[in-house]
T-cell receptor
Framework: QKEVEQNSGPLSVPEGAIASLNCTYSDRVSQSFFWYRQYSGKSPELIMSIYSNGDKEDGRFTAQLNKASQYVSLLIRDSQPSDSATYLCAVKNRGNQFYFGTGTSLTVIP | GAVVSQHPSRVICKSGTSVKIECRSLDFQATTMFWYRQFPKQSLMLMATSNEGSKATYEQGVEKDKFLINHASLTLSTLTVTSAHPEDSSFYIC????????????????FGPGTRLTVL
């Protein structure tokens, strides 16, 4: 069983729309959750981190965590073409190791 | 702050040779560094966890004799791909955790820019 699962997409949204990215994880005791953005040929860059149930907002980005359902999501409001990238969900386990999902490819259409 | 560098950024080598990749934390000390491999259109796969002054912990399926990891100081970890073959061609990325981050779960990892390895 994969530790972190994401819909690989591709996901296409028009410019200005809301993009919704989802992630589930298997280790129930995981405490830290991260969303990274990765452009082709580059290493990931951190967008959001979330540790508590509920929503966390940062600019156009909102992370949502539901530990009971083992589910974490990322909403991107007012999507821009520059948001087109692969979004990786990552979960940190008790050993401080990070496990990544397969990533969701997002394309924002101008 | 929290800058991680990798060297080289790109390497092309012949099959059978060994390649060393360096990962450095430039402005912080990292007791733990992680090595990942990423094949095209796939996610990052954790290969090993490198702890300063001790042996690396390898993920299941990763050959420790093929991927040698040395973490001799708080700012440097190296990954050596021994007797590289074309199937080892990949994007290798390291990351580091700040030693001063403590035991809080509220800390992330900082990624290096990656090393593109091509084995001919």
């Amino acid at each position: 069983q994969k530790e972190v699962e994401q819909n690989s997409g591709p996901l296409s949204v028009p410019e200005g729309a809301i993009a919704s990215l989802n992630c589930t994880y298997s280790d129930r005791v995981s405490q830290s959750f991260f969303w990274y953005r990765q452009y082709s040929g580059k290493s990931p860059e951190l967008i959001m981190s979330i540790y508590s149930n509920g929503d966390k907002e940062d600019g156009r980005f909102t992370a949502q965590l539901n530990k009971a359902s083992q589910y974490v999501s990322l909403l991107i409001r007012d999507s821009q073409p520059s948001d087109s990238a692969t979004y990786l969900c990552a979960v940190k386990n008790r050993g401080n190791q990070f496990y990544f999902g397969t990533g969701t490819s997002l394309t924002v259409i101008p | 702050g929290a800058v991680v560098s990798q060297h080289p950024s790109r390497v092309i080598c012949k099959s059978g040779t060994s390649v060393k990749i360096e990962c450095r934390s430039l402005d912080f000390q990292a007791t733990t560094m992680f090595w990942y491999r990423q094949f095209p259109k796939q996610s990052l796969m954790l290969m090993a966890t490198s702890n300063e002054g001790s042996k690396a912990t390898y993920e299941q399926g990763v050959e420790k004799d093929k991927f040698l990891i040395n973490h001799a100081s708080l700012t440097l970890s190296t990954l050596t791909v021994t007797s590289a073959h074309p199937e080892d061609s990949s994007f290798y990325i390291c990351s580091a955790r700040d030693r001063l981050a403590g035991i809080s779960s509220y800390n992330e990892q900082f990624f290096g820019p990656g090393t593109r390895l091509t084995v001919l």
